[in-house]
């Protein structure tokens, strides 16, 4: 399993932006082969996915919550995914975590169950 590095979290007024960053330490052919998605999970409530890309490609899937407000991206130079928030919204709340598996490609529905390999996870908070 390749190790997630998350970065980039932390409190924020609602409205305001974060750009969340996801380093994978597996080789590049390891990335390019892989899908890598963030989750998120708010104290009490079930982590879901938020977004997703494949490391060689430029598809893009996103939950209901995340379309029109988050945009996921990639470095493939830098083996780095990103997460741009904007328009953030106290219920945005939670611990986002990055996850990947080496895969032939990324399922529309971001599920748990298509990852093995997990990041520790960044906090995010959403004052009002």
């Known amino acids: 399993q390749v190790q997630l590095v998350e970065s980039g979290g932390g409190s924020v007024q609602a409205g305001g932006s974060l750009r969340l960053s996801c380093a994978h330490s597996?080789?590049?052919?390891?990335?390019?082969?892989?899908?890598v998605g963030w989750f998120r999970q708010a104290p009490g409530k079930e982590r879901e996915g938020v977004a997703s890309l494949y490391g060689s490609g430029s598809v893009t899937y996103y939950t209901d919550s995340a379309k029109g407000r988050f945009t996921i991206s990639q470095d493939k130079a830098k083996k780095t995914v990103y997460l741009q928030m904007d328009s953030l919204k106290p219920e945005d709340t939670a611990m986002y975590y990055c996850?990947?598996?080496?895969?032939?490609?990324?399922?529309?529905?971001?599920?748990?169950?298509?990852?093995?390999?997990w990041g520790q996870g960044t906090q995010v908070t959403v004052s009002s």
């Open positions: 597996g080789p590049a052919v390891t990335y390019s082969s892989s899908c």
């Open positions: 996850a990947a598996k080496q895969w032939p490609y990324c399922r529309s529905r971001i599920e748990e169950s298509d990852f093995d390999s």
